[in-house]
């Protein structure tokens, strides 16, 4: 084999590293946001913990609740496709030899999806935010800052 040719399957072998390196933090992040402790709004009663925080009134908490069957459908239809991009990757990494143009695209379409899942979470805060009278908010905004700012 040429130098040339060594070279490139380098290049090919840390490409392909780096898609299953990106997958792998992607499925990883979705696992850990959904379980993370305290912000497990997918659970039947993900809301009792803010509850809790924010000793929400019977008012303000079926304010909140009223957001959450149409933002858990929404997450459950993301968080489909995102997984169909990811078995759709696995299964072109298995049949291809080389880093192709299909590879790329496919990324592609997962970074979308993960960022259509992170844009949908933020919604949901913020229709949260806007159903609390001025000091839960506040409360709320405390509690998403100390969240955002945990290193993973």
């Not at 090919?12 to 992040?29: D, E, N, P, R």
């Not at 908490?61 to 990757?89: H, P, T, W």
């Amino acid at each position: 084999m040429t130098k040339d040719g060594k070279a490139i399957r380098r290049i090919v072998a840390f490409s392909l590293l780096l898609v299953l390196i990106c997958a792998g933090v992607s499925l990883l992040t979705i696992s850990w946001v959904g379980n993370r402790e305290g912000w497990a709004h997918d659970d039947p009663d993900g809301h009792q913990w803010l509850r809790e925080k924010l000793r929400l009134t019977a008012e303000e908490g079926a304010a909140i609740d009223r957001y959450d069957s149409a933002y858990r459908a929404q997450r459950k239809v993301l968080e489909s496709e995102f997984n169909g991009q990811i078995a759709r990757l696995a299964e072109t990494i298995a049949e291809n030899e080389s880093y192709t143009p299909e590879v790329t695209a496919i990324v592609h379409d997962i970074h979308l999806v993960h960022g259509k899942l992170q844009q949908l979470s933020i919604e949901h805060y913020y229709d949260m935010l806007h159903a609390l009278p001025p000091g839960k908010r506040e409360k709320l905004k405390e509690l998403a800052v100390v969240a955002l700012s945990q290193p993973e």
